[in-house]
């Protein structure tokens, strides 16, 4: 089952579109990851998830189910969300103030157990919630999205100001979420490091194509390739530099190559980084 899909989901702010026709399609039991630079509509896109914000069209289905004025918050019961910054009483110990948010959502004070334990917040349960480093207060965020139980987790940029320990926590923990509580995970970011292990929404072959890179060449015999290699073809230090193409085409050039006694010697294709597939997808340009 999806559990999230949007159609053409669309947001303007006055005459300028924040989200243009986005559809997504978020499987039951994945962690997705939700990528996109910095004003791209990303947090727009879960405040629409989450009704916080109506858009000007399109349509929304959560757990299965469109979503409309009837049904909404019985689906937002279903679903925990950490958007921007967690909302906490720092006076108040992590424990009081999941025991604040139980008894609003009438949830048993038991549940808190077990959400302390599955962000490892166990033993600072009664610390102030002011004496927790930044990390400790973004996984007491996601133990209040999980008071509940839900089946879908939406999170907002989780790891954003975290020091390199606390994002490779902040990951653990997300990445493990639907092992340990059965939740969707839909997470955004704009840091790529954190989104190399999600799953990239698009036919495989598509991403193959933008991960493609230039093509090197090196011919014991580079006055024999240059004639079948043509313009395209870059010769740097011995070495001949091609533009991206398919497998295809490159094994052709291959053939034809052998029959003109280039003598070929090593042949090398570039793989772009994810984030320059990222650049690409986005179509901006690298600096």
Do not use: W
Request: hydrophobic residues 40%; contains cysteine.
């Amino acid at each position: 089952m999806q559990i999230i899909e949007t159609e053409n989901l669309t947001k303007y702010y006055g005459e300028t579109p924040v989200v243009d026709g986005l559809s997504l399609s978020v499987p039951e039991g994945s962690v997705y990851g939700f990528i996109g630079p910095n004003g791209a509509g990303k947090s727009t896109t879960m405040k629409m998830l989450l009704g916080l914000v109506k858009p000007n069209s399109g349509s929304i289905r959560l757990l299965g189910k469109p979503m409309t004025p009837q049904n909404r918050l019985s689906l937002l019961r279903q679903t925990g969300s950490l958007i921007e910054s967690p909302a906490c009483y720092g006076h108040l110990t992590g424990e009081e103030n999941l025991q604040i948010l139980a008894e609003l959502k009438n949830v048993p004070e038991r549940n808190i157990d077990r959400v302390l334990e599955i962000v490892e917040l166990t033993d600072s349960r009664r610390r102030k919630v002011q004496q927790y480093s930044l990390g400790m207060r973004q996984r007491l965020g996601i133990a209040q999205a999980l008071l509940g139980n839900p089946r879908l987790l939406i999170l907002d940029e989780p790891t954003n100001g975290l020091d390199p320990s606390g994002i490779q926590q902040m990951r653990s923990l997300i990445k493990d979420m639907p092992n340990r509580c059965g939740a969707t995970v839909l997470i955004s970011s704009h840091l790529l490091g954190e989104m190399e292990q999600m799953v990239v929404q698009g036919e495989l072959d598509d991403l193959r194509k933008h991960s493609q890179g230039d093509i090197s060449l090196r011919v014991l015999h580079p006055e024999k390739a240059a004639p079948v290699l043509g313009n395209p073809a870059r010769l740097e230090r011995g070495v001949f530099h091609l533009p991206a193409m398919d497998e295809a085409r490159l094994a052709e050039l291959v053939g034809r190559l052998a029959a003109a006694q280039a003598g070929g010697v090593e042949l090398n294709r570039a793989t772009k980084t994810l984030e320059e597939i990222f650049l690409s997808l986005t179509g901006v340009d690298a600096k």
